[in-house]
């Protein structure tokens, strides 16, 4: 019976190896030393639902195997070789294409035994091409944690005290649950209101462009992404949260968010309504092209698109978001649907939010200027009050129309209701502490911003393996309209004495639009199996107007009066021609791209109230290239290059005049060159799954030919005139690296951190080449040591030094060290109490500019109780900057400019808080008795 089993199951065997195969699993075992392949390994495929066997085979001489897959769905991978520990794993097909899983390790069962491995740490992290994997299970953290607290476990990943995601040294912008988006925009809405316990597997890569994963050509827009893939069995059911709190000086956090998963469907809700800095203020508008005039007119490398940049006159200088300045009050509210179906050729993704913010407050920005021969000091105040009301929608849909072809359509738009109300005064002197100028400048704007843009993508595969042809059409349309008044009251002196006064008293009208419609054609063809060539096309259409009105006074006190000097009425239209080629080569351990893009503009601009045109036609080229070798399963060291031209814009070349801001005037220089910047970056990642040892390695250079630096000249009375010039030698260069193992007889996982940053900026000052070089040092440390329902530690501290010294007085020197400590702790005690503490020590140098003491120790914490079956209530006190030491504080170096900034924020508050887990069906918390 045995041996007519094994010869059925070699007929079926031989009879699927001789069908044309539509996909196909394939790879090479190995042992975990990777010195040795292991031939004639048993491989078993099996169908997850019910386990039934689907194929096998075993490994041939080098230890390489390939199974094949006529069906999609989720199967189960499981090798065996003996006296080595069996190697299991999930695997998801859509039917096509082949899977590579590369390289796998087996794991003798007398090391398994001799490194008493009681959790599945050898598979915690894993490198598939360009995405790291960890195992969420691998991770321990704290019943109820949410995936931040996750993540803050993970090597490689950093969680600041805002939210903020750090990839192997690189911000996070976007966070995904199960490949699509979460509410779109705001990595913190997914990561501190999912629960740990959901994820299986946390994903790190760079996301592409859906055209060029098509291809599988590097286009160079990428973004740091994490992916959160969930457990099979936390996708059917209903969780959430609710959280209220309350407590002296009006402070208040209330926080809803509501879950419903059933099988592919996902349907989420949340809102807030807080007034403590920490819930909801995050979300931002999606980046999109084709923005307004007043957005700043500036080249795009892979579009041909144009934004403006330079001095226009738009009085509003808020973005929309809070950023730790000043008192917030959000008001905010969004629901998520998502769903596949018909097998999942069809799926849909929607979200819409709603916002409503409110900032209040006030800042002090202390500045030193250096010159060639004098240095002058900057003081400036401001009172601020800010309105926001947001509108938000996004949704895409997919429908795989057949096994060869697909279209992606996607949307989003919104509106904007500003107002701003700004009130600034500012004083200039000179070295000896005379008066140089005096300022009043009271802004009130109010503003509506619209945007729609869309996006189609229709994909083809040929009949030919790799032959493949895309199409994309994209839209923006964007629209400014704002309304204000300026008024500004300046004095300027000479020895002491009033020289002369200058006000401004005037209304402001503002109207900007842009419309882009940009199309790309990609054509792939294979040169051999692993090599091929690909070839792209496309015609942008970018046109934008910018109608700007300035009115005095007349006599009976009314803005009647237009000051012809400063309004203008600008129509930009921009037609380019882009087309580029590429070659690719994907093998098992080495990939490798090249080529280069290159963009035939011509761009029109008319000054509709002169009836006066300005034309240009120029050339922009942007070459690329990529070499990524793996040296091993879990070792890999990444080159890449690329470069573009930067055209000088509109505003460089000629300015359009604005007065509201008249220390700073911009005049024109009809004689830029465009510059050209290089940049190089080579990455090392390596990660020992036994020792849990890792190291992440990461350096950036670039130069820049013909830079647009700034020839500045100031006069007398402190007037500072800026003009675009070309200069040769600005570079910078940076490095980071991460290293970080686990003393196992302790369980204590320590990290290590170093970054090394250096500037060269180039300038004129008064008529003097300047070169500010500017370097930072940074060392720090993390330690961790948890266990669970006991304690939960961590520890990590950083020390930054500062240098920076301008040659037009190289006497003066600007050095200071900045210190950051922030031990944090979770302890679990008796009769289900909770005790968190988190403390952040900033400690800054004095400097000879800066002699404010601006030492801050932050303390935070809270106590509490859990009741309820599975700890689902928890009742606690909250108290934050327990001190009352919070200082808004930031100090920057730019040129030859050194900054200091203060400003108001949120102070000690104490608050009684009440949250309460929810779940029902598939979804369960876990029981911690």
Request: glycine content about 6%; aromatic content about 12%; hydrophobic content about 30%.
């Given at each position: 019976?045995?041996?007519?089993?094994?010869?059925?199951?070699?007929?079926?065997?031989?009879?699927?190896?001789?069908?044309?195969?539509?996909?196909?699993?394939?790879?090479?075992?190995?042992?975990?030393?990777?010195?040795?392949?292991?031939?004639?390994?048993?491989?078993?495929?099996?169908?997850?639902?019910?386990?039934?066997?689907?194929?096998?085979?075993?490994?041939?001489?080098?230890?390489?195997?390939?199974?094949?897959?006529?069906?999609?769905?989720?199967?189960?991978?499981?090798?065996?070789?003996?006296?080595?520990?069996?190697?299991?794993?999930?695997?998801?097909?859509?039917?096509?294409?082949?899977?590579?899983?590369?390289?796998?390790?087996?794991?003798?069962?007398?090391?398994?035994?001799?490194?008493?491995?009681?959790?599945?740490?050898?598979?915690?992290?894993?490198?598939?091409?360009?995405?790291?994997?960890?195992?969420?299970?691998?991770?321990?953290?704290?019943?109820?944690?949410?995936?931040?607290?996750?993540?803050?476990?993970?090597?490689?990943?950093?969680?600041?005290?805002?939210?903020?995601?750090?990839?192997?040294?690189?911000?996070?912008?976007?966070?995904?649950?199960?490949?699509?988006?979460?509410?779109?925009?705001?990595?913190?809405?997914?990561?501190?209101?999912?629960?740990?316990?959901?994820?299986?597997?946390?994903?790190?890569?760079?996301?592409?462009?859906?055209?060029?994963?098509?291809?599988?050509?590097?286009?160079?827009?990428?973004?740091?992404?994490?992916?959160?893939?969930?457990?099979?069995?936390?996708?059917?059911?209903?969780?959430?949260?609710?959280?209220?709190?309350?407590?002296?000086?009006?402070?208040?956090?209330?926080?809803?968010?509501?879950?419903?998963?059933?099988?592919?469907?996902?349907?989420?809700?949340?809102?807030?309504?807080?007034?403590?800095?920490?819930?909801?203020?995050?979300?931002?508008?999606?980046?999109?092209?084709?923005?307004?005039?007043?957005?700043?007119?500036?080249?795009?490398?892979?579009?041909?698109?144009?934004?403006?940049?330079?001095?226009?006159?738009?009085?509003?200088?808020?973005?929309?978001?809070?950023?730790?300045?000043?008192?917030?009050?959000?008001?905010?509210?969004?629901?998520?649907?998502?769903?596949?179906?018909?097998?999942?050729?069809?799926?849909?993704?929607?979200?819409?939010?709603?916002?409503?913010?409110?900032?209040?407050?006030?800042?002090?920005?202390?500045?030193?200027?250096?010159?060639?021969?004098?240095?002058?000091?900057?003081?400036?105040?401001?009172?601020?009050?800010?309105?926001?009301?947001?509108?938000?929608?996004?949704?895409?849909?997919?429908?795989?129309?057949?096994?060869?072809?697909?279209?992606?359509?996607?949307?989003?738009?919104?509106?904007?209701?500003?107002?701003?109300?700004?009130?600034?005064?500012?004083?200039?002197?000179?070295?000896?502490?005379?008066?140089?100028?005096?300022?009043?400048?009271?802004?009130?704007?109010?503003?509506?911003?619209?945007?729609?843009?869309?996006?189609?993508?229709?994909?083809?595969?040929?009949?030919?393996?790799?032959?493949?042809?895309?199409?994309?059409?994209?839209?923006?349309?964007?629209?400014?309209?704002?309304?204000?008044?300026?008024?500004?009251?300046?004095?300027?002196?000479?020895?002491?004495?009033?020289?002369?006064?200058?006000?401004?008293?005037?209304?402001?009208?503002?109207?900007?639009?842009?419309?882009?419609?940009?199309?790309?054609?990609?054509?792939?063809?294979?040169?051999?199996?692993?090599?091929?060539?690909?070839?792209?096309?496309?015609?942008?259409?970018?046109?934008?107007?910018?109608?700007?009105?300035?009115?005095?006074?007349?006599?009976?006190?009314?803005?009647?009066?237009?000051?012809?000097?400063?309004?203008?009425?600008?129509?930009?239209?921009?037609?380019?021609?882009?087309?580029?080629?590429?070659?690719?080569?994907?093998?098992?351990?080495?990939?490798?791209?090249?080529?280069?893009?290159?963009?035939?503009?011509?761009?029109?601009?008319?000054?509709?109230?002169?009836?006066?045109?300005?034309?240009?036609?120029?050339?922009?080229?942007?070459?690329?290239?990529?070499?990524?070798?793996?040296?091993?399963?879990?070792?890999?060291?990444?080159?890449?290059?690329?470069?573009?031209?930067?055209?000088?814009?509109?505003?460089?070349?000629?300015?359009?005049?604005?007065?509201?801001?008249?220390?700073?005037?911009?005049?024109?220089?009809?004689?830029?060159?465009?510059?050209?910047?290089?940049?190089?970056?080579?990455?090392?990642?390596?990660?020992?799954?036994?020792?849990?040892?890792?190291?992440?390695?990461?350096?950036?250079?670039?130069?820049?030919?013909?830079?647009?630096?700034?020839?500045?000249?100031?006069?007398?009375?402190?007037?500072?005139?800026?003009?675009?010039?070309?200069?040769?030698?600005?570079?910078?260069?940076?490095?980071?690296?991460?290293?970080?193992?686990?003393?196992?007889?302790?369980?204590?996982?320590?990290?290590?951190?170093?970054?090394?940053?250096?500037?060269?900026?180039?300038?004129?000052?008064?008529?003097?080449?300047?070169?500010?070089?500017?370097?930072?040092?940074?060392?720090?440390?993390?330690?961790?040591?948890?266990?669970?329902?006991?304690?939960?530690?961590?520890?990590?501290?950083?020390?930054?030094?500062?240098?920076?010294?301008?040659?037009?007085?190289?006497?003066?020197?600007?050095?200071?060290?900045?210190?950051?400590?922030?031990?944090?702790?979770?302890?679990?005690?008796?009769?289900?109490?909770?005790?968190?503490?988190?403390?952040?020590?900033?400690?800054?140098?004095?400097?000879?500019?800066?002699?404010?003491?601006?030492?801050?120790?932050?303390?935070?914490?809270?106590?509490?109780?859990?009741?309820?079956?599975?700890?689902?209530?928890?009742?606690?006190?909250?108290?934050?900057d327990l001190l009352d030491q919070n200082i808004g504080f930031n100090r920057s170096v730019n040129s030859n400019f050194i900054t200091q900034n203060t400003y108001s924020t949120i102070r000690r508050y104490f608050l009684l808080g009440v949250t309460w887990n929810f779940s029902k069906a598939g979804i369960k918390i876990p029981n911690q008795d």
């Amino acid at each position: 019976m045995q041996k007519l089993t094994v010869l059925l199951l070699a007929i079926v065997c031989i009879a699927q190896s001789s069908i044309a195969q539509s996909s196909s699993l394939k790879g090479i075992v190995k042992d975990t030393s990777e010195k040795r392949n292991l031939p004639n390994s048993s491989v078993l495929l099996l169908r997850k639902a019910d386990s039934i066997l689907v194929a096998h085979t075993r490994t041939d001489k080098d230890g390489a195997f390939e199974l094949p897959l006529d069906s999609a769905g989720k199967f189960i991978i499981l090798i065996t070789y003996p006296k080595y520990a069996d190697y299991i794993d999930t695997i998801t097909t859509n039917g096509k294409g082949v899977i590579d899983l590369g390289n796998i390790s087996l794991i003798q069962k007398a090391q398994l035994l001799k490194e008493v491995i009681v959790r599945q740490q050898i598979s915690s992290i894993k490198m598939k091409g360009d995405t790291t994997e960890y195992t969420a299970d691998s991770f321990r953290v704290q019943p109820n944690a949410t995936v931040e607290d996750l993540l803050k476990k993970m090597p490689g990943i950093q969680v600041d005290k805002n939210g903020q995601i750090t990839a192997q040294g690189e911000k996070v912008n976007k966070v995904l649950v199960d490949g699509e988006e979460f509410f779109g925009d705001d990595p913190t809405l997914v990561t501190q209101n999912l629960r740990a316990d959901m994820v299986d597997k946390v994903q790190v890569f760079d996301k592409k462009s859906d055209q060029a994963a098509f291809t599988g050509i590097d286009d160079g827009k990428t973004q740091k992404t994490i992916n959160l893939k969930l457990k099979d069995g936390k996708k059917n059911g209903y969780f959430g949260k609710v959280n209220a709190s309350a407590g002296t000086n009006g402070y208040h956090d209330n926080q809803l968010m509501f879950n419903y998963f059933k099988n592919k469907a996902k349907l989420a809700f949340y809102g807030i309504v807080s007034n403590t800095g920490t819930s909801g203020l995050n979300w931002r508008d999606q980046d999109n092209y084709g923005q307004s005039f007043a957005s700043n007119l500036d080249y795009d490398e892979g579009t041909g698109n144009f934004s403006y940049n330079g001095s226009g006159d738009d009085l509003d200088s808020w973005n929309g978001q809070y950023n730790g300045q000043g008192y917030p009050l959000v008001q905010t509210a969004g629901v998520h649907y998502n769903n596949k179906w018909d097998d999942d050729k069809q799926n849909v993704n929607a979200n819409y939010k709603i916002l409503q913010l409110n900032v209040d407050g006030n800042s002090a920005t202390n500045s030193q200027f250096i010159l060639p021969d004098t240095t002058y000091y900057n003081n400036t105040k401001q009172n601020f009050k800010n309105y926001i009301l947001r509108n938000r929608f996004s949704g895409s849909y997919e429908f795989q129309i057949d096994s060869t072809s697909s279209v992606k359509l996607y949307a989003d738009g919104g509106n904007d209701h500003k107002t701003t109300l700004t009130v600034d005064s500012s004083e200039a002197r000179a070295s000896d502490s005379s008066l140089v100028n005096q300022g009043f400048t009271n802004t009130n704007i109010k503003g509506d911003k619209t945007t729609l843009n869309s996006d189609l993508l229709w994909k083809k595969k040929l009949r030919k393996k790799g032959r493949t042809l895309s199409f994309n059409l994209r839209e923006n349309y964007t629209k400014n309209n704002s309304t204000g008044f300026l008024y500004s009251d300046n004095n300027f002196y000479q020895s002491g004495s009033l020289a002369q006064s200058q006000i401004t008293d005037q209304y402001k009208t503002n109207l900007n639009e842009n419309t882009l419609i940009d199309t790309k054609l990609t054509y792939t063809e294979p040169l051999t199996k692993v090599s091929s060539l690909i070839f792209n096309y496309g015609i942008i259409v970018n046109n934008s107007s910018s109608t700007v009105n300035s009115f005095n006074k007349d006599n009976n006190g009314k803005y009647s009066i237009t000051d012809s000097i400063y309004s203008n009425d600008y129509a930009f239209n921009i037609f380019t021609h882009r087309g580029g080629i590429s070659y690719s080569l994907f093998q098992k351990k080495l990939k490798f791209n090249f080529g280069s893009n290159a963009g035939f503009t011509s761009f029109h601009q008319k000054n509709q109230h002169t009836d006066s045109v300005a034309t240009r036609n120029f050339v922009n080229w942007y070459p690329q290239a990529m070499l990524q070798y793996q040296i091993t399963q879990y070792r890999r060291i990444t080159f890449r290059y690329n470069g573009n031209t930067q055209q000088p814009t509109i505003q460089q070349i000629q300015p359009v005049q604005s007065n509201n801001d008249p220390l700073n005037i911009y005049i024109g220089n009809a004689n830029l060159k465009p510059s050209f910047t290089n940049r190089f970056n080579l990455s090392f990642n390596d990660w020992k799954t036994l020792s849990e040892r890792y190291i992440w390695v990461s350096a950036n250079y670039s130069f820049v030919q013909n830079n647009i630096s700034t020839n500045y000249y100031v006069d007398s009375f402190g007037k500072r005139i800026n003009q675009s010039v070309n200069l040769n030698g600005n570079r910078s260069f940076n490095a980071n690296a991460n290293y970080g193992f686990k003393i196992k007889k302790i369980d204590l996982h320590i990290n290590f951190e170093g970054e090394y940053s250096y500037n060269k900026n180039l300038s004129i000052v008064n008529n003097v080449l300047n070169a500010t070089n500017s370097s930072n040092y940074t060392f720090g440390m993390n330690f961790g040591k948890s266990k669970e329902k006991k304690y939960d530690l961590n520890l990590s501290a950083s020390a930054t030094y500062t240098n920076s010294q301008s040659s037009i007085q190289e006497s003066i020197q600007t050095k200071y060290w900045t210190f950051d400590i922030n031990p944090n702790f979770d302890v679990f005690l008796p009769l289900k109490f909770q005790v968190h503490s988190d403390c952040d020590f900033n400690i800054r140098q004095k400097t000879p500019v800066f002699t404010t003491n601006t030492n801050v120790i932050r303390w935070n914490a809270w106590i509490g109780k859990k009741f309820l079956k599975n700890d689902a209530l928890l009742i606690k006190i909250i108290g934050n900057d327990l001190l009352d030491q919070n200082i808004g504080f930031n100090r920057s170096v730019n040129s030859n400019f050194i900054t200091q900034n203060t400003y108001s924020t949120i102070r000690r508050y104490f608050l009684l808080g009440v949250t309460w887990n929810f779940s029902k069906a598939g979804i369960k918390i876990p029981n911690q008795d």
